[in-house]
């Protein structure tokens, strides 16, 4: 072997160092990065640490499963609230659509047919969802004052049709998908982490989700990119209605009744959710894992309160108090991030 081959030998190894150690570094930072903007898991980490040492009946497998149901439904709006944040825009009807989905389930056509019932309730939310966002994409107007008319239209449509009472189904089998579990799982909450991961493969894998992303970004930008924005926001509402109404068919088979009061402060809870999982309300941010750990957040902290006995006055106001937390600390770290770039550049 020739002196220049074994120099060129020699140095392979610390050429490969070369290479390996900044991208090495590079992974290290990606981590550290990653683990800065993961508060909402601290969060829940802190919440079911103290829920286990200030409850012994928090982590049984009865509160355990009781949990699970109660966050699935309101999950699954936070789902659709989430995919309407990242666009910009927001949704206050999301409880009145819910619950207006719900008593037509059960009430429609007697509600003797379940799969009848889950489709009404799909194909309202559907419905609706594509009223709103023709009127955001295609008449201009503000997606608050929307669904703020649609808050009032459906909750007001919910007592016209229950007169206050309510409704129930005739199917025997209405509850089924509520009431079974499978490997002591609830089908309910099994039901909401798929459509969670759906949700987060739309999002960040498909064409489709990167022009959501762009969207809440700039859609000005977003447009001289050949976005095509009013499509994709009309699609944003319709799949957003769809989750909504499937989410109130699934309350009402939870209670095993459609209630006039079904769905009240949906709207709250998911926004709250979504801004505590890490998203920005003015879109272009975000992650459904966020959405998720939010839900949870506020899920773990109303069960423990039931379980402390503490008032539902006071539930309301600790859930008013976190909301304005996570709004100060989202802020917090957004202006952090802000800066940074800035100094970068």
């Not at 719900?102 to 419905?127: D, K, M, P, R």
């Not at 990167?210 to 509402?237: C, D, F, N, Q, W």
């Not at 802020?331 to 802000?338: D, L």
């Amino acid at each position: 072997m020739s002196h220049d081959t074994a120099t060129r030998t020699a140095a392979a190894p610390a050429a490969d160092d070369e290479v390996t150690a900044p991208a090495h570094g590079l992974t290290l930072r990606r981590a550290g990065q990653w683990a800065k903007e993961q508060y909402p898991l601290y969060i829940l980490i802190a919440l079911l640490i103290f829920a286990g040492l200030t409850s012994d009946a928090f982590f049984s497998s009865y509160n355990v499963s009781n949990l699970l149901l109660q966050v699935s439904v309101i999950g699954i709006v936070t789902l659709a609230q989430f995919l309407i944040v990242l666009t910009g825009g927001i949704d206050i009807s999301v409880g009145a659509v819910a619950g207006l989905a719900g008593v037509l389930s059960a009430g429609l056509f007697g509600g003797g047919n379940t799969l009848l019932a889950v489709a009404v309730a799909i194909a309202l939310g559907a419905a609706i969802g594509a009223f709103n966002g023709y009127l955001i994409a295609y008449r201009g107007l503000e997606a608050f004052i929307v669904t703020l008319g649609m808050l009032a239209l459906g909750r007001g449509l919910v007592y016209a049709y229950t007169e206050g009472q309510p409704v129930s189904p005739h199917a025997a089998d209405f509850r089924t998908i509520a009431t079974t579990a499978i490997g002591g799982v609830p089908v309910l909450g099994i039901v909401w982490i798929v459509l969670a991961m759906a949700m987060a493969f739309l999002t960040r894998r498909t064409v489709f989700g990167r022009r959501v992303y762009a969207l809440g970004s700039s859609k000005e930008a977003a447009h001289a990119s050949g976005v095509p924005v009013k499509a994709t926001m009309i699609t944003v509402y319709v799949i957003a209605g769809v989750l909504v109404g499937f989410a109130g068919f699934l309350l009402a088979a939870r209670i095993g009744a459609a209630t006039p009061t079904g769905g009240d402060n949906y709207e709250i809870d998911s926004i709250a959710a979504v801004v505590i999982g890490g998203a920005s309300l003015v879109g272009g941010r975000g992650r459904v894992l966020g959405a998720f750990l939010g839900t949870l957040i506020f899920g773990v902290i109303s069960n423990l309160l039931v379980l402390l006995n503490v008032s539902t006055f006071l539930q309301d106001a600790f859930r008013g108090a976190l909301i304005i937390f996570a709004m100060v600390l989202t802020t917090v770290q957004f202006t952090r991030r802000r800066r940074q770039r800035t100094a970068h550049s």
